[in-house]
């Protein structure tokens, strides 16, 4: 009888363990109209530069924060109602990974713009491009930096 039970939580965990059949792709390519963008408030002037910055800020402390979380380390209230989870951008394994442009579409388009490969799975990020414009995209994006200090790609 042990032996039964050893061998039905064996055969449990070796099922957990297996990769899955067709994995997602996380960070697709994005469509060519969001590709090669530069973020037009990035600009030289310090004093114009912060000003974007904290009004960046702004954007992301209200509309952000409840999936992104306060210290934008994807872990807001509702965070953990949502799989896959909001993303984290203190993790060095976004930012600096991406495109400017990358964001900017992954922002404006949200999970519903996500290609085939990346399905089926449901994020909850929203399309932003239907309640923030243009400007307010761009901008949150330098606060991500900014608070992080992480660069996305096409800074280098
Ligand atoms: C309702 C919850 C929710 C809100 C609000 C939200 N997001 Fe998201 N976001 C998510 C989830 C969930 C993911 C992970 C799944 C995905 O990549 O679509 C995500 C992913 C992202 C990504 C992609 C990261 C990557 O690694 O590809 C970016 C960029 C992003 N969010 C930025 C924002 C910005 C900026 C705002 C505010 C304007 C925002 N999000 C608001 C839920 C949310």
Redesign the pocket.
């Known amino acids: 009888m042990p032996l039964v039970v050893w061998f039905g939580s064996y055969q449990k965990f070796n099922k957990e363990i297996q990769p899955p059949l067709d994995p997602r792709v996380?960070?697709p390519a994005p469509p060519v109209e969001f590709t090669g963008l530069y973020n037009p408030f990035n600009v030289e002037d310090k004093e114009t530069l912060r000003k974007n910055v904290a009004d960046g800020k702004e954007?992301?402390y209200r509309?952000?924060i409840?999936?992104?979380g306060d210290l934008l380390n994807g872990d807001?209230i509702?965070a953990h109602g949502?799989n896959?989870?909001?993303?984290n951008f203190q993790d060095p394994g976004?930012l600096p990974m991406?495109q400017e442009s990358?964001?900017f579409w992954?922002?404006s388009t949200?999970?519903i713009g996500?290609p085939q490969e990346s399905t089926p799975w449901s994020?909850?990020?929203?399309k932003?491009e239907d309640m923030?414009t243009d400007e307010e995209?761009w901008k949150?994006?330098l606060f991500?930096s900014d608070y992080t200090g992480f660069v996305p790609r096409s800074w280098e």
């Open positions: 996380i960070h954007i992301y509309n952000c409840f999936c992104h807001g509702y949502f896959p989870r909001p993303a976004v991406l990358f964001l992954r922002i949200g999970g996500l994020s909850a990020m929203p932003w923030l995209r949150v994006i991500l």
